[in-house]
T-cell receptor
Framework: DAGVTQSPTHLIKTRGQQVTLRCSPK?????VSWYQQALGQGPQFIFQ???????QRGNFPDRFSGHQFPNYSSELNVNALLLGDSALYLCASSRGGANNEQFFGPGTRLTVL | AQSVTQLGSHVSVSEGALVLLRCNYS??????LFWYVQYPNQGLQLLLKYTSAATLVKGINGFEAEFKKSETSFHLTKPSAHMSDAAEYFC????????????FGTGTQLKVEL
């Protein structure tokens, strides 16, 4: 049983560019959450998708947007990249929308130059 | 607002010694509490969770944590450290009825020395 997978593993972009990160949830899971983990910090909640809709959102600007597809996979898009967006982006999946254990993927390391 | 404080960004112990990683939370309602471990270049793995059942929670790899409401603490312990325990540990809180959003502490890097 494959766990949560994320692509790409690493990504280098320049300021002002746009980036799309992808996540496939664990089999049987229908809810996807995204977190940003800056160097030396704990993960910060960006948003959560369930039934193809954004259900909860953390304190992130509108430059951060997402999407969930009918097969439950998800994308995180970041526009107008800033140096401060450099971080490890973690995807977590769970079952049933809320209040169930989240399983984390290995993350995508984004570097903005 | 809920938050989590982890005391000590770096903890070093000898192999075979007690591991104690500290976590205090602030929440206006009884929370769910979690400990996650992160190995280099990997995602987070759940060690254990408190969901208002038993206050002493046992997790994987010999770790356990005790929920103390009076101290608003949820410290992680392991009686005997192993070299393979070297990793970063995160305490997290989730509000009951507040969806699935986790709020993490800043993490504690555990070093295990021979």
């Amino acid at each position: 049983d494959a766990g949560v997978t994320q692509s790409p593993t690493h990504l280098i972009k320049t300021r002002g560019q746009q980036v799309t990160l992808r996540c496939s949830p664990k089999s049987g899971h229908d809810t996807v959450s995204w977190y940003q983990q800056a160097l030396g910090q704990g993960p910060q909640f960006i948003f959560q998708y369930y039934e193809e809709e954004e259900r909860q959102r953390g304190n992130f600007p509108d430059r951060f947007s997402g999407h969930q597809f009918p097969n439950y996979s998800s994308e995180l898009n970041v526009n107008a990249l800033l140096l401060g967006d450099s971080a490890l982006y973690l995807c977590a999946s769970s079952r049933g929308g809320a209040n169930n254990e989240q399983f984390f993927g290995p993350g995508t390391r984004l570097t903005v130059l | 607002a809920q938050s989590v404080t982890q005391l000590g960004s770096h903890v070093s112990v000898s192999e075979g010694a007690l591991v104690l990683l500290r976590c205090n939370y602030s929440s206006s309602v009884p929370p769910y509490l979690f400990w996650y471990v992160q190995y280099p270049n990997q995602g987070l793995q759940l060690l254990l969770k408190y969901t208002s059942a038993a206050t002493l929670v046992k997790g994987i790899n010999g770790f356990e944590a005790e929920f103390k409401k009076s101290e608003t603490s949820f410290h992680l312990t392991k009686p005997s450290a192993h070299m393979s325990d070297a990793a970063e540990y995160f305490c997290a809180v989730r509000l009951t009825g507040g969806g699935n959003k986790l709020t993490f502490g800043t993490g504690t890097q555990l070093k295990v020395e021979l």
